[in-house]
């Protein structure tokens, strides 16, 4: 019993680690779409923010898990 649970909490762990990267890189592109000389590129940002929502949701799923 107490080995599933742990293998349940890494798993659920690697899943986050794995979550917080992709929003890392949709920060990046947050800040690429902003810092373009010419204009911000206000469609790529938004789409980002949609992106960044869907994976938070997913985030605080796993976090109700535990």
């Known amino acids: 019993m107490t080995q599933?649970?742990?293998?349940?909490?890494?798993?659920?762990?690697?899943?986050k680690i794995s979550l917080l990267k992709q929003?890392?890189?949709?920060n990046q592109k947050q800040h690429d779409a902003l810092?373009?000389?010419?204009?911000?590129?206000m469609d790529a940002f938004d789409a980002t923010i949609d992106?960044?929502?869907?994976?938070?949701?997913?985030?605080?799923q796993l976090n109700e898990g535990f």
């Open 4 to 15: 599933s649970y742990l293998a349940m909490m890494a798993d659920s762990l690697d899943k």
């Open 23 to 26: 929003i890392e890189a949709e």
């Open 35 to 41: 810092a373009r000389p010419e204009a911000p590129d």
């Open 51 to 60: 992106t960044k929502a869907a994976l938070i949701e997913e985030l605080d």
